[in-house]
DNA sequence: CGTTGGCACTCGGTATCCTCGACTGCCAAG
DNA sequence: CTTGGCAGTCGAGGATACCGAGTGCCAACG
């Protein structure tokens, strides 16, 4: 553990390279409030903080820059609660206020918000549709050889699937599995829910099919990322824009990787701590998204190490909290 | 019109160029395989070339690059009708025989294909609902004040919506009004549908609604965009990858474009060519879509203006021409 | 007359060198 | 323990020189 001073210095050092983006040295620190003390001093300390990693210097003769460890220090014991000013909180409740419409329209917006407000990659976990309640099973012929089924979900979610069907399936056939469907369906999950056999081995057939499809499908995440121009400006190393970039296309990539933050516990990775190795000069903030205790998805933003956490903390925080209100409304 | 050895000068500059990113210097082009001829020559002819606009000097004592003209030119005269090499036809044959499921799934993979096919970014523009045969409709309650409507089309597309309903509309008159549409939507395209009055007030009050609103949502496009991080690779001032990424994040500007390009019969748009200022330094190479002779969607690729313009093209081609049949199947 | 080899010239890129300044670490005095 | 002072380090940035790729022009040639 830090005293006093040397966390009153980490924490100018990481305010300052933040908002820099430079090495910063003794003198700038010394000058900063709260550290009433000289720069020979600051640079004593600092060469122990540096020691113990939570400082290192580019080259001898430049100023320090945090380490990963400096970041973690500076989040777990320096950030406080964080506040986002004013314009940001009724920003976000203008817009949960005029949101409505579909679910994924609503979590893809989240994600621009949260872009908007950040000037970072964010990423939006929406809700499974596994565990919501159907409100509504239906099978529709498309073609000869081919139907849809469709769930309606409670949470305004709808997933489809397209399943083949036999060529001289009739149509009989198909609306009594679509009948046997709706009637075992409704009301549960797709979690819970089971399918009793019909007495037709050929509805149970269809029927079958289709409910591996739709469960196939439901259990895809809803993810959204969003501001992907933002990392071409946060780093200047071609390569890492690139590294970057390409991992954010790979969709279950991300998604484990919040998803992973989230299960632990955390709500920052920072660097190489979400071991996601082409991310490793990037941070991760998340929040769960919690409607009626129950964890449903989850919100985040992507930037370098050196991203504004207290705001980014704060800004995921209230969105997070704003977006599980909504959803647990609508 | 340029002569023919001008014209087999420009095309080895544009080669050379689109291989080497570096301006190309007439020594290179005496060199090279169908212009028999010594460097002095090329020079003088280049000098002409210079003059008339079709390539430029990035400064004096330096090579020749191709401009957006000699771009033209090359796409015009030069490159025949294209080729894709084996591996590349079977590639997108064995895409399109395993591709399955959702017309989603299958469009936004076929963006990843080209994508990976042509190392640049690829855009899909997938058909609308509007024109499709509406084969269900249906109307769910989701909670005491919102239900969704539901239409299955005839292509396997799913498209819903949220509405908001009166609180105290009964479950009845949901199910008359899902009767009522089911009845006039069924059979029709959306564009060509029209809603008779039912007799009751309530009733068509909720049908319009629900018709309303899911007319707003068909006339959305499907459009899907992927390979970003290419884009890093290929421009090396990072203004101007911002500036694409950006650009590409605005799906509008991005359907507006290609779709321009495609309503004017082209099937390369060179530079400033497409009219959309920040991808000034970029090349979009489309193709139609094509269903029974009638027009879906369209593919497309979009990268620096010095893409491999024939091999692009070829793939493109291929891709809307299996993706196309895939469709008229499906 | 078009083509070609030759030649002088241009100019960006790279390397070298230097200076400047922002740091640091250390030390001795307070 | 803190602080002012001081010598030392090292990268950034500017000046200089050089190199080489490439050009334009011209005179000679078939």
Redo the contacts between chains.
Sequence with gaps: MLDDRKTAILSAVVHEYIATAQPVGSSHIAAAPGVGVSSATVRNEMAVLEQEGYLIQPHTSAGRIPTDKGYRFFVDHLSGPGRVDEATTRQVGDFFAAA???LEELLHHTSDLLTGLTKNAAVVLGPKAEAAVI??A?L????SN?A?V?L?F???T?E???I?IDEDTSDATLAAAAVHLAANLTGCSLASAALPDSGDATVDELCRAAFAAVRA?STDDHVYV????TV??AF?A?EV??QV??T??QQFVVVSLVRDIVDRGMSVAIGVEHGVEPLSACSVVVAPVVVDGEHVGSVGVLGPTRMNYPQAMATVDIVSDRLGRRLGE?
Tied chains: 1, 2.
């Design positions: 409505h419409g579909r409100r509504s239906q529709v012929r498309l073609s081919a849809t469709v309606v409670g949470n305004g709808v489809n699937e397209v083949e499908v969003g501001g992907a121009s071409a400006e200047d071609v824009v690139r970039l390409y954010l296309e609508g």
